[in-house]
């Protein structure tokens, strides 16, 4: 099956927790890599955003990724990829042209969707759709007290254009319940057309190392607790809230230790600033956007994962930290209350609540992470796999197409 996905803004090559990339190019680049195992043949297009890329480029055997020209090559918001829809949109039409055969076409987020349509009516090609977040879900979500960058304007256009990709798509993929749930009542998306396929990760790659040996490669400290954050320092992932709530496990547990994976300099030292204000700022490592060889090593060294989010579509990190049998604190948000069982890979707590979040890293540090370990590994091992993701994305492609090559 030749598969073509669309994914505007998220080049799945990018290191996550750099400029605007996160959770969506890694899932775009593993279920790409895992359809390729399977014999798919996968072109992802993406804008070019950086000028040292090259315009194709391997991403596994039968998986490439095709940087598209449109704006200058620069990262850029997402919100601000309207400016150059149009110009995107023809060099994914001018691609589809070239390649051709494409049987189906899978987009990643609304601009993508857009995209995709016009795809779709010129082509004939189905549309499997997956949102990643849904605009009147993280509209309602945002917090009245910190800055809102997007334009009630763009908030209405895009509800309007996935109302629409939920009309007009062949398919569209849920994470999670809740998204699914969000899909047809806010959206208006057929309940025919929603599938349920949570995201998995490769527990080949993604899996425990012993933590001694991981922290001494790490240059990290043994012997203390360790809390690790991973992703983009944005508000709404509820990074102040996790340097509040540390203030106050740091006062029951002194030596423990604050690390922190991803965000750009600016971001860093926004959340840097806090941390030395509430005292702890020689408490707390700020290590950047990592490769995907060291993310398990961090995971298998860190005591716990925090995962303080104030909206989560579903909260690939959280998988992540359970695949490498560390126990994760999440917000009762999202995906995330539904793939964080309670009490059994750690435990689940209210967003934007500092204090309820040091009180839920505290008992799962004080429990230690042996306790937690056998569960984590069988909730991602029972559900949360990359075959079952990559099958069951492989199952609605075929129902929603009549594939030209097998």
């Known amino acids: 099956m030749r598969v073509l996905m669309i994914s505007d803004h998220a080049d799945p090559l990018a290191l996550p927790g750099s400029n605007f990339h996160g959770g969506q190019n890694v899932y775009v680049r593993q279920l790409a890599t895992r359809l390729a195992a399977s014999g798919c043949h996968v072109d992802v297009a993406t804008r070019a955003d950086a000028p040292d890329f090259p315009a194709w480029q391997p991403i596994a055997e039968g998986a490439q990724v095709v940087r598209v020209e449109a704006g200058p090559r620069a990262p850029m918001p997402r919100d601000r990829f309207g400016s150059v829809l149009d110009a995107f949109s023809r060099g994914v039409d001018d691609l589809c042209e070239q390649r051709g055969g494409y049987d189906v076409v899978h987009s990643h987020y609304w601009f993508s969707g857009v995209a995709a349509l016009g795809l779709a009516a010129r082509h004939g090609l189905p549309v499997v759709h997956s949102h990643h977040s849904i605009g009147a879900v993280r509209r309602q979500s945002l917090d009245t007290h910190q800055p809102v960058t997007t334009s009630p304007e763009l908030f209405d256009e895009r509800h309007q254009q996935e109302c629409r990709i939920g009309r007009e798509a062949a398919a569209v993929v849920a994470n999670c319940p809740a998204e699914a749930a969000d899909m047809q009542h806010l959206l208006g998306t057929p309940a025919e057309a929603v599938h349920l396929v949570p995201p998995g990760v490769d527990t080949a790659v993604l899996r425990p190392f012993d933590q001694t040996a991981a922290r001494e490669r790490l240059g990290l400290p043994l012997g203390v607790p360790l809390v690790l954050f991973v992703g983009r320092l944005e508000a709404r992932k509820g990074c102040l809230d996790l340097v509040k709530a540390f203030a106050r496990v740091s006062v029951v547990l002194p030596h423990a230790r604050l690390v922190v994976v991803g965000g750009t300099a600016h971001e860093t030292q926004v959340v840097r600033d806090l941390a030395a204000q509430l005292g702890f700022g020689d408490r ?75 009180c839920g890293l505290l008992d799962v540090l004080t429990a230690g992470r042996d306790r937690y370990r056998r569960s984590c590994l069988d909730q991602v091992a029972q559900h949360f796999t990359v075959d079952l993701w990559s099958r069951g994305i492989l199952d609605v492609y075929r129902a929603v197409s009549s594939p030209v090559t097998t």
Not at 301 to 313: G, L, Q
Not at 331 to 349: E, N, P, Y
């Open 284 to 358: 707390t490592e700020f290590r950047g956007s990592v490769s995907h060889e060291l993310t398990p090593l961090y995971y298998s060294a860190a005591d716990v994962t925090a995962v303080p989010s104030h909206y989560e579509p579903f909260g690939l990190v959280a998988i992540e930290s359970m695949a490498c049998a560390t126990p994760v604190v999440a917000t009762r948000v999202g995906g995330l209350a539904w793939s964080v069982v309670d009490g059994r890979c750690g435990a689940l707590v209210p967003a934007r609540e500092p204090i309820s979040l040091a």
